[in-house]
């Protein structure tokens, strides 16, 4: 079974080389809707995200000074996708999963880490890291009601392989890959086999390029 993290989440099933076509499930809870947040996350913070057109900087031995840059000429829709991708770039690079369901409690009392933008602005996040890539597991931390009713990762995982016949389901959470850019938070692979284990009866083998993760469910 083939779990695609892209800018949104696609699960196919497939057998000895054949695609089960009625066991598919896509959703928009994907890559895009994390930079969002992300997004939202950082506006919370006072955090103003410039993309490297919008501002200027005159150097002062050893400062620089910032000022917007005027842009008559820019399209919004340029504005809009150069800022979406350094957000992107601040999440791909702090943002990991929990091991277990995030608590922010419980992740209060981490380090943070440091990400430095195009402007010489330094964000800090320390439990955001992991609240952002929990919207795979838990959708309601969105805040939108569009995701408050939408299955988590696991539970799709579980949909895609109920699709399929029950005797094939044993071997398609035995060979369960994750591949895109979402598959790369840490932790997932991890914190997705934890899971399963907990849905279903069944051994599952994950597989994220050259790392196995395997949970052997104990229940009879």
């Known amino acids: 079974m083939m779990v695609m993290l892209l800018k949104n989440v696609r699960i196919r099933s497939s057998y000895f080389a054949y695609s089960h076509l009625t066991a598919i499930i896509r959703s928009s809870l994907g890559g895009d809707v994390l930079t969002d947040y992300l997004n939202t996350v950082l506006e919370t913070k006072g955090v103003q995200v410039r993309p ?21 000429n820019m399209t919004t829709s340029y ?9 992107r770039d601040v999440k791909d690079s702090l943002c990991r999963v929990s091991e277990s369901a995030f ?5 209060a009392s981490i380090p943070t880490v ?6 010489g602005q330094t964000v800090e996040l320390g439990a955001e890291r992991f609240q952002v890539a929990e ?23 579980v949909a895609c392989a109920s699709s399929c016949e029950t005797d094939i389901r044993k071997e398609l959470y035995h ?7 979402g598959s790369l938070f840490g932790n997932l692979p991890e914190r997705l086999a934890h899971e399963l284990h907990q849905l279903v009866a069944q051994v599952c083998v994950v597989i994220l390029s050259n790392t196995i993760i395997v949970f052997t469910n104990a229940k009879s």
Do not use: C, W
């Open 103 to 107: 608590d922010e409690t419980t992740l």
């Open 114 to 119: 440091s990400y430095e933008l195009p402007d």
């Open 175 to 181: 060979n369960l890959i994750v591949t895109g850019g």
């Open 52 to 72: 490297s057109h919008a501002f200027k900087k005159r150097v002062h031995g050893d400062k620089f000074e910032v000022s917007p840059m005027e842009t008559p």
């Open 135 to 157: 919207a795979l597991f838990a959708p309601q931390i969105l805040n939108n009601s569009a995701y408050n009713e939408r299955q988590s990762l696991p539970q799709m995982v």
């Open 79 to 87: 504005h809009r996708f150069h800022h979406r991708e350094l957000v």
